[in-house]
């Protein structure tokens, strides 16, 4: 079964460069979330988007933007990169609501982007 | 302090033993309640959702307690591979993002 695809997988950039994240949700699902999670730490929740808006914001930095474009997929675009942004960065995406009558939908995690600022 | 709360670990236990992990969480308006499973350097995969029946698949029985706002994961007969963190997570308001605890970490041993 296809499952979310995230791209690349592995990314290496200098402090003050910019980085763009790439994340294809399974098909159908309309629904994409972002998540950073630093050595050690718990996946922060960084943003989401249903059907192409922006549906919650959370502690994403003003450096950092991100859209959903119409076949679904979504970007990640972060600027003026700092050692603290090195984290893995997961998508994941999701069949709204995600509990329906009982049923599990879920949420499927992309293998995450593993960013290394130098 | 934080939204969902987790034992850090992490629990060594051996091969065949019976563990329990233990969550609490704050937002009394929280409505969707998950077990999910992360192995080093991967992304968290679901191992299970958690309703207020309780449930159980297979050596894994999850349960949740809205009134003392708890949440619980057991896991029978340990197995090797069942090392991993595994995270409580909660869905809280109308956009459904997901809030996850520290993780707990397991070891399984011999």
């Known amino acids: 079964a296809a499952g979310v695809i995230q791209s690349p997988r592995h990314l290496i950039k200098e402090k003050r460069e910019t980085a763009t994240l790439k994340c294809y949700p399974i098909p159908r699902h309309d629904t994409v979330y972002w998540y950073q999670q630093g050595p050690g730490q718990d996946p922060q929740f960084l943003i989401s988007f249903y059907e192409k808006m922006q549906s919650d914001k959370g502690s994403i930095p003003d450096r950092f933007s991100a859209q959903q474009f119409s076949d679904y997929h979504s970007e990640l675009n972060m600027s003026s990169l700092e050692l603290g942004d090195s984290a893995l960065y997961f998508c994941a995406s999701s069949l709204q609501p995600p509990l329906d009558r009982g049923l599990n939908y879920g949420y499927t995690f992309g293998s995450g982007t593993r960013l290394t600022v130098v | 302090r934080k939204e969902v709360e987790q034992d850090p670990g992490p629990f060594n236990v051996p091969e065949g033993a019976t563990v329990a992990f233990n969550c609490t969480y704050s937002?009394?308006?929280?409505?969707?309640f998950f077990w999910y499973r992360q192995d080093c350097r991967k992304e968290p995969k679901l191992l299970m959702s958690?309703?207020?029946s309780g449930n159980e698949d297979g050596r894994f029985t999850a349960q949740l307690n809205r009134a003392s706002q708890y949440i619980s994961l057991l896991i029978r007969d340990s197995k090797l591979s069942d090392s991993a963190t595994y995270l409580c997570v909660v869905v809280t308001g109308t956009a459904s993002k997901l809030t996850f605890g520290t993780g707990t970490r397991l070891q399984v041993t011999l």
């Open positions: 937002n009394s308006a929280s409505q969707s």
């Open positions: 958690v309703y207020s």
